[in-house]
């Protein structure tokens, strides 16, 4: 959604009654002013409005993540291992396969609705949110939007029962420059055969199906970059070092290693020589998805921090007493609360069909700068005790940082936001 495009129509998106769309020219005024994305709806609502079946929805989550995974949640934490029994219980109360149609074993919800699993989990635990974001917003998405039919029907009812995605697109030496990856396929007879590394895989230890990302020809640039769906169990695929990291630790990190990994022609994604296509719009997407990681990691910080406070007596009456404290509290719940609206309103714009990219660069670049000050301040406000592993605030704020770093960092959000806003200048 470039600032030139001087007048666009939706087209009918029944869900939203959506009248009109219009993005007003960035520089058809003397000097520049912000681009307007304007919804003509016949009656607007507020963003926090949910339907019934979403209330019920996040309302189970919320239940099943204060239950079931917070207990969970410290020694996970610890030993930087995820549950596998909470894995299978994703699955069973159909997380794992959210947006997945109906016919195809999924739960044939919107994209809105794996935002709010994600953001409810996170407010719990950021490696259970990763792992359902990870799994909805990029494997399945990718899947559904680029899958041929015949994939559709081979991997879907798979990725609804039981096998975690991963998504493999970084290298040691291509993170922000992500399509200057080095892993190379071959075309043998009827198989690809790939060469490589890749690195800081998220859910790499659990899964069962990657989307990989290899170039089919270097000299071609992004041009050569082709998506593979590569199965672990693939002759050549080796799941190897599990980082040891400063948060989400019990989400797996892995890197992959791929030694003459034969992918059969018929496990492409898409075109040849269009993975940075599905690379660069499944991303968009994700972006949301950390956004909501991020909004939750946030709630979950001020939870414990706004009622410490009333717990925690000083000067002989609880600090929440002092104004001080009140508006730290105030301020966290604002900026939670902005951070929130960007969320639920990137991801509704992706449900109707609104070009959505810049609002996802600027939902994840805002949450995650919220998270990191909301978990910071948290820890203030529990003094010396949110400074030890013995309350649950330090953990936010180290789950908080990642935000700022995976799928794409705060300046490649900044990059997409400033060419968008500045008309591609
Ligand atoms: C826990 C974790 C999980 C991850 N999960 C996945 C996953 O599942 N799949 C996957 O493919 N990848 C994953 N990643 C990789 C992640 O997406 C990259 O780490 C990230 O994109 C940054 O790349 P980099 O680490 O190589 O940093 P670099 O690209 O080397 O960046 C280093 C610094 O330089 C800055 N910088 C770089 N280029 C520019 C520029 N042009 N202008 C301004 N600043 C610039 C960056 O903003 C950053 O501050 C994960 C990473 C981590 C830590």
Request: one cysteine or more; glycine letters at 10%.
């Amino acid at each position: 959604m470039g600032g030139r495009d001087a007048c666009q129509t939706a087209g009918e998106t029944p869900a939203l009654q959506v009248l009109e769309f219009l993005v007003l020219p960035l520089f058809s005024l003397e000097g520049a002013f912000m681009p307007d994305a304007t919804l003509q709806l016949p009656s607007p609502t507020p963003l926090t409005s949910f339907t019934e079946d979403e209330i019920m929805f996040r309302d189970n989550i919320r239940q099943f993540a204060d239950e079931k995974v917070r207990p969970l949640v410290k020694e996970m934490d610890e030993k930087g291992v995820f549950d596998q029994g909470l894995i299978l219980q994703f699955f069973q109360l159909g997380l794992m396969g959210i947006e997945i149609p109906e016919p195809y074993g999924g739960g044939g919800g919107k994209f809105f609705e794996a935002i709010l699993a994600v953001e409810e989990m996170s407010r719990v635990d950021a490696s259970a949110g990763v792992v359902v974001d990870v799994q909805n917003t990029l494997v399945n998405n990718a899947l559904l939007r680029w899958g041929s039919e015949e994939q559709k029907k081979r991997f879907l009812p798979r990725m609804a029962a039981d096998t975690c995605g991963a998504y493999a697109l970084s290298e040691a030496g291509s993170g922000s420059d992500a399509f200057a990856l080095q892993t190379r396929a071959t075309l043998k007879g009827s198989d690809y055969v790939l060469n490589g590394r890749k690195l800081w895989i998220t859910n790499g230890k659990e899964a069962g199906l990657f989307v990989l990302f290899a170039t089919v020809d270097p000299a071609a640039g992004y041009k050569g970059i082709t998506a593979f769906l590569v199965e672990k169990s693939f002759p050549g695929f080796t799941v190897g070092k599990k980082e040891d990291k400063l948060g989400i630790r019990a989400s797996s990190t892995c890197e992959l290693i791929l030694e003459d990994c034969q992918v059969p022609k018929s496990n492409v994604l898409g075109e040849v020589g269009k993975g940075y296509k599905i690379a660069i719009e499944t991303l968009n997407e994700g972006r949301i998805g950390i956004g909501a990681q991020m909004a939750g990691v946030a709630r979950g910080a001020w939870e414990y921090a706004a009622r410490y406070a009333q717990e925690r007596k000083q000067f002989g009456k609880p600090i929440s007493d002092y104004q001080g404290v009140q508006f730290q509290i105030a301020q966290m719940a604002t900026e939670i609360e902005a951070a929130r609206l960007m969320v639920y309103n990137a991801a509704r714009m992706k449900d109707a069909g609104i070009p959505f990219v810049k609002e996802a660069a600027m939902t994840k670049l805002f949450c995650s700068q919220v998270a990191e000050r909301v978990t910071s301040l948290a820890i203030e406000i529990y003094g010396g005790y949110g400074f030890t592993k013995d309350y649950p605030v330090e953990k936010y704020w180290r789950d908080s940082k990642i935000g700022k770093i995976y799928e794409g960092t705060s300046n490649m959000q900044l990059a997409t936001i400033a060419k968008l806003v500045m008309g591609g200048k």
